[in-house]
């Protein structure tokens, strides 16, 4: 059973999320504030993080900024629907994906369950893959630009690994998101745009 922290200020919308979830098979922890949120996030003890940017005692993005300096445990944010900046900033830190606020639980559920699957993939027995001057090694999950080893997110070693299978085609947006996110593309979704643009930084390209 995947146990989730929900990091969330909102106690209405954490029951409703706990009674959802819960009916998924999943076993949640809710936390109402970023300090004891980024202790909890810490701790080791959970699968995913879903995390609300507006939180009281320590901000969303500050408690993300610290949180990816010590782990690598995927999020999900929660933005308010009109917060672009906040959510393009939270995919910038290491945030995994985003749902803008009021969401479908079924969609949110989906999120999940897509990340999920990404991050708990077996590790491919083959060897690296290796194009150009990029050498992208699987069972590892290191990735190296000439002889200087990348410092990538989760998301963006899986797009790297993606686009070096890929080397030579070009690969739609909507076809990046379902094998990179594991999800379609949904209307007015730039997520794979943000996780592309900073690979491409990492990459000097």
Not at 32 to 43: K, M, Q, W
Not at 115 to 123: D, E, G, M, N
Not at 168 to 187: C, Y
Request: hydrophobic share 45%; net charge neutral.
């Amino acid at each position: 059973m995947d146990r989730v922290l929900i990091v969330d200020d909102d106690k209405q919308l954490c029951a409703l999320l706990i009674e959802r979830l819960k009916a998924e098979a999943f076993a949640l922890e809710t936390v109402y504030d970023g300090v004891r949120g980024l202790e909890r996030a810490l701790s080791g003890d959970h699968a995913l993080v879903i995390l609300d940017l507006m939180l009281p005692g320590l901000g969303g993005i500050d408690l993300l900024r610290r949180l990816r300096a010590q782990s690598d445990i995927p999020v999900l944010i929660l933005t308010a629907r009109g917060e672009e900046i906040e959510r393009v900033l939270g995919l910038e830190i290491g945030a995994d994906d985003y749902l803008s606020k009021p969401f479908s639980p079924r969609e949110l559920i989906a999120r999940i369950r897509a990340i999920l699957r990404r991050t708990s993939q077996p590790t491919r027995m083959a060897g690296p893959v290796i194009s150009a001057d990029v050498r992208v090694d699987p069972a590892s999950r290191e990735a190296w630009l000439k002889r200087r080893q990348l410092d990538l997110t989760s998301v963006e070693f899986t797009l790297l690994e993606v686009l070096v299978r890929h080397a030579g085609r070009v690969l739609s947006r909507e076809e990046l998101t379902e094998k990179v996110l594991g999800r379609n593309i949904g209307p007015f979704d730039r997520v794979i745009d943000v996780h592309v643009s900073n690979l491409r930084k990492k990459l000097g390209i």
